[in-house]
Structure formats: C-alpha cells, structure tokens
C-alpha cells in the first residue's frame, strides 16, 4: 500500500524531523513520493515518481525549513495505477467555488460504482484520484443545489456521509484539506496514529518519533482546525480487514475495464 502524514497546525509549523522518518519509509515504499504545504491561499505541491531516497530534489529540499500550518505527505506503493508522475499523490484541484482541495489516499477500492465512470475522466489510473473527482463532483453538485457555498457543517455532513458509504468492503484511509481543515478517516485497524503537542495534531500511518502517538479515532470522519479536533462524524463500522485474495480481485477487476 502507502503512508500518508499529515499535520494541522495553530501557527506554521516546521516538519523536516518528521518528514525524514516519514520519507526514510520509502525502501518499502518506492513508487512515488509527494509534499503538500497548504495554506487558504492555495497548495503548494512537489512530486515526483521515483523512491523518496533517491531524490535529490528532496534531499535538497529537506535541508531546508518546510513549515506550513497543514501539511500533507505521501509515499506510494503502487497497487492501482503505473509508476507515474500523474499517480503520484497528493492530487489537487478547485472545486466550483474557487475552493482548493487537496487529497492524499492510503488503501484500495474494491468495489464503490459511483467511482466507475472516473476511470474515463481521470489523467491517471489510480481509485485515489477518483476518490478525488468523486468528492468534488458531490460537493459541486450540492452546492449548485444550495445556490451558494456550503457552510463547514453542511461539507462535513456531505463527507460523513459519502465516506461512511465508501468504506464498506474497502480500505479507506484518507488526509485532505480545503486550506482551512484537515479531514482523515481510517477504517483499517493499526494504520493510522496521531500525536498531539503544543498546539499541533501529527497524524501518520505509523509513529514518526518515541513520543505518546495514539491510535487514531477509527471508522468516523475527523475534522480539525488550526492543531485540535473540531468535528467528529458518524462511526459506520465498515472495518476494512487486509486480504490476499481481496488484492487479487482486484487487479482481476481493473485488468479488464
């Protein structure tokens, strides 16, 4: 599969040490690796479709200070989709409102029919850009329903609701921002954690330090904003379990569209 991390900060916060153990993952983890600095003026986003550890632009990039209030990063271990910069995460994009989003994915999609059609509309080949297109399209269409923008609690809703139905039967960890909150969401016991200090929330598939990481919150949606939960959705009880034979189904499945 992947890693993803990703912070909610009250003030910008500098994440090189977190962020060498982070990309250090990569021998397991070889096929893409990607940084987001998000901020409510845009994202800033680097990627490339090679091992983390032989980056140089990395390498270079890591000696100096990477601070943002919401950071996003991914390592890639590619199950869906070829060893290209188009599959490389994070992916990004405005919704009709001139809003940026920007979403990283660890997990697979079995079987969800509303992503179908994506596979003829996304530049590349992986079920996380379709998660993508799949939730700008929603909160578009709800918003042209409302004749406005949503307020944070009507998207909050939007999403709890949507995740809830995609979770069952696939793996669903998700980290993703409009500029102003983080959302994630696992469904997969023992692959997502979080660490809260001094006004910052960390959150990894797996620790990045000897600090006090906990589980995170399972099978429900989790917003925060400026470094602290602030929002917390439905538990759905979809637990995703890891499967040989469901891996197999899959590459079976997507062989043939």
Known sequence: MCEIFGVSSLNDF????????????????????????????????????????????????????????????????ATIGNVEYKNCHPFTGKDGSGRRWTLIHNGTIF???????????????????RIFLYLMDML?????????????????????????????????????????????????KGTLHYLEKNGVTLISTRPLSDEDWQPFPFAQLIAFNKGRQVKAGTVHNHEYIESEEAMKLIYRIFANL
Not at 57 to 64: D, G, H, I, P, W
């Open 14 to 77: 500098t994440a090189n040490e977190y962020l060498k153990t982070f990309y250090s993952h990569s021998d397991f983890h070889p096929h893409g690796w990607g940084l987001a600095c998000i901020s409510r003026n845009g994202a800033l986003i680097e990627k490339e479709s090679i091992k983390a550890s032989r980056s140089n632009y990395l390498r270079e990039r890591l000696s100096q200070p990477v601070s943002a209030k919401i950071l996003l990063a991914h390592i890639r271990y």
């Open 140 to 188: 578009n269409e709800a918003q042209r329903k409302n004749g406005a923008r949503l307020h944070f609690e009507e998207r909050f809703g939007m999403f709890d609701k949507i995740i809830s139905e995609m979770a069952a039967g696939n793996k669903l960890n998700l980290l993703f921002s409009d500029g102003k909150y983080l959302y994630a969401h696992t469904n997969c």
């Open 111 to 129: 079987d969800f029919a509303p992503l179908y059609p994506y596979t003829k509309k996304q530049k590349g080949d992986t079920d996380s850009e």
